[in-house]
């Protein structure tokens, strides 16, 4: 029997699943009746997406479908970060969507606030882009996961690497 129980607190998204939902969209766009003749695009550019729509109405159109082919893919929308519209070239608007790979430093110690401020016998460490939670008690670590689940920290986060 271990003597020390953990887990990881990450934040990841699949990138493959992202492009599937990016391609989905495509086709879509190229298809849908108000959009056909646009010069409506989504694109996956090195981790992050960038839509391109005539105006902004079209822009809201095309981000409610990729929002729509991602949560069919099971990515997270709390994973995603929707920048400032801008202004392009031809009258056209630009948006443009990071995906949150990693925890955030700020909201890594949010996460050790928490877990120190419950009083259950765990430690909670920050280890780069993830949080690793120890404690010699599985009942714990247990009632530490369902707590961060309960708390809206405003980021997406899964439980990794049980031992």
């Not at 391109?52 to 069919?72: C, P």
């Not at 890594?108 to 430690?123: C, D």
Request: charged letters at 30%; proline letters at 1%; hydrophobic letters at 35%.
């Amino acid at each position: 029997m271990a003597s020390e129980y953990s887990f990881d607190v990450v934040s990841k998204i699949d990138l493959q699943e992202v492009s599937n939902a990016v391609q989905q969209s495509v086709k879509e766009i190229q298809t849908r009746f108000d959009l056909k003749g646009s010069k409506c695009d989504i694109q996956l550019v090195e981790g992050k997406i960038v839509l391109n729509a005539d105006d902004e109405y079209k822009l809201k159109s095309i981000k409610d479908i990729l929002e729509q082919k991602l949560v069919k893919r099971h990515v997270p929308l709390k994973g995603l970060t929707f920048g400032k519209l801008q202004e392009a070239l031809h009258g056209t608007v630009k948006q443009d969507c990071d995906l949150q790979q990693g925890i955030p430093q700020e909201k890594a110690k949010e996460i050790v606030k928490l877990v120190k401020g419950t009083k259950l016998k765990v430690q909670a460490s920050i280890q780069g882009d993830q949080v690793r939670i120890s404690g010699r008690d599985k009942d714990a670590l247990q009632s530490t996961m369902r707590m961060l689940r309960e708390s809206d920290l405003g980021i997406n986060m899964q439980f990794d690497n049980y031992r």
